[in-house]
């Protein structure tokens, strides 16, 4: 298989996808795409890089899933902004080793393709260019998303007001919890639906609530948001650095993932789900939005003013203790 | 150093960039960057990857230059649309061993967003955004940029029409001699300017046509253009493909650099000229174009009836023969 072999693979496939944006002028197959700008509009762009043996480990994730978590990542940072997710970009460093043969061949990259395209199905997302090179070692994938939204609709992470409210979407830590699950020799099973499974489920193939923020970014109500990649502290602590406030959490509000514990909750990452600030009025307003989306939606804390001494404070049994993120950091091994 | 000190680093340097575009609502730090959309215009995407052993040998090139190249890959992609280069957002898979310390530390990474940042900066180009990981082994370097142009202006490779001729810009073959001249254990001397040394620079240190093909674009003059990445045979046999036409190229008429021969000018690559193909009776308008931007423009040939039986001929002495491309493949070593 040539590398044109390869991208006319990618094309076919991808033009199974029976939905053909407008504003699309060109995708994949020249020296870049086309898009059609349009006044009232914002443009969203992120991307996220994924590596062999840093960020996963091919023999604990099926192919289709790594695919679908390729695209379900960077997904998650244009919902956290309120935008519509769009169109993908997807780069490819491919093992030159097994580029002709063996477990990394035609049958692996239809199956990743497969898990790919399926999510950007589901959301409308349309893959509109990318690039591949052979890699000496490991795989890396670059996963690229352009979103959308209304001028002025976009939620940065900078805007919080002291006084808000901290709302959390989902359970936490259960990503982190089935990392160590796979890190300890346990292994996905289809045709199981425990804790355990849902944790491995949930680090390997995560679902960004796409439609929630969206919806949040139109509705307004939320004054700053970001994705919990990172683990809720290091997250909620950038959040609070930009926007110069502090933030105290109440532990026992914390939706903690049955497979996981409050530690994991506070600290694991890679939840991917939406953590923002609001005023407490608005709450049942956006319980309902939550239930309209069926997602959990966990009020968890509150904005204070900022405190040179600790950005976040964790209240427990009443008693309220500085808290020191402890994320992830990509250049620690 | 950890993963949020490198990226404050960047954003640093970044700052010195006194250029501010308008229509950039939000740079880096957030889970997207954000851009302000207009009617009448159009979006262009492309995105490079660029992996250590396979696309370049630290021991080789420049860390500068090295940075200076990531960005500039993907600015020929903008030209060869006709557009202009605006945002560029980039990703780097770091060598963990080298994180903290040796030659890609902290020095190595202030030359390269030196490089990065120089060209940027000359092309009124801003990095919005990218993203960063640990790499167990190699470095690999994902470029994207983003471009635009007047609605309708944008020149695809697909445009080609019987009859027209086709042009290249500079000199061929000069950044295959000087690969060659690396692998034979040649090095960059900065102090000298021979045929030797222009032959490496031309290899690891390219100018696009950045203006002259933003331009062409404006002008309306080219049917069908891309960038002599891959090598004038293979890359003028996708124009071909994508146009449905066959083209004829005149070997005495082809631009080889002084250090290259025949064979380099056409199965090279990496020469970021442009290639484009135009109506014979425009080529004064074209030369003067040229001429505007200081660029060499040489007609080399012109478009023919699609053959099923070969897509390009190459004419030598008089004689026309079949030519095959040699480019090259990402998937062979």
């Known amino acids: 298989m040539s590398e044109f072999d390869f991208i006319e693979r990618i094309r076919v496939r991808i033009a199974r996808n029976a939905f053909k944006p407008t504003d699309l002028l060109l995708g994949i197959g020249d020296d870049a795409a086309i898009l059609r700008e349009q006044s009232g509009r914002e443009l969203l762009i992120t991307t996220d890089l994924l590596v062999e043996d840093v960020d996963f480990k091919l023999d604990y994730i099926p192919p289709a899933w790594l695919g679908h978590k390729a695209l379900a990542v960077s997904l998650s940072d244009i919902a956290a902004m309120g935008g519509t997710p769009r169109f993908s970009l997807l780069t490819l460093a491919i093992p030159l080793a097994s580029a002709e043969c063996g477990v990394r061949s035609a049958e692996f990259w239809d199956a990743f393709l497969d898990g790919y395209c399926a999510l950007a199905e589901a959301h409308q997302v349309t893959l509109i260019g990318g690039d591949i090179s052979g890699m000496p070692e490991q795989l890396a994938i670059d996963s690229m998303v352009l979103g959308q939204c209304e001028s002025g609709k976009s939620i940065r992470r900078s805007g919080a007001q ?53 919806a949040l970014g139109q509705s307004g109500l939320a004054h700053a948001m970001l994705d919990v990649s990172d683990g809720l502290a290091q997250d909620l602590a950038h959040l609070c650095t930009a926007s110069q406030v502090s933030a105290t959490l109440i532990a026992e509000a914390i939706p903690v993932a049955e497979s996981a514990s409050l530690q994991l909750a506070l600290h694991g990452g890679e939840d991917f789900e939406l953590l923002f600030t609001a005023e407490a009025k608005n709450e049942a307003a956006l319980q309902r939005l939550a239930e309209l989306h069926q997602m959990q939606l966990t009020r968890i804390g ?29 250049f620690r091994r």
Chains 1, 2 share one sequence.
């Not at 808000?164 to 359970?171: C, I, L, N, R, S």
């Not at 936490?172 to 699950?181: E, P, R, T």
């Not at 796979?182 to 639906?193: I, K, P, Q, S, W």
């Open 162 to 214: 002291v006084g808000d409210a901290v709302f959390v979407t989902g359970e936490l830590g259960a990503s982190a919890a089935g990392l160590q699950l796979l890190l300890n020799g346990e292994r996905v099973d289809e045709t199981l639906a425990d804790a355990k499974q849902q944790a491995m489920r949930a680090h390997l193939r995560p679902e960004p609530p796409v439609a929630f923020g969206q």
């Open 302 to 330: 509150g904005v204070t003013l900022r405190s040179d001494a600790q950005a976040l404070t964790l209240k427990q049994n009443g008693i309220a203790q500085p808290l020191t993120p402890q994320g992830f950091d990509h």
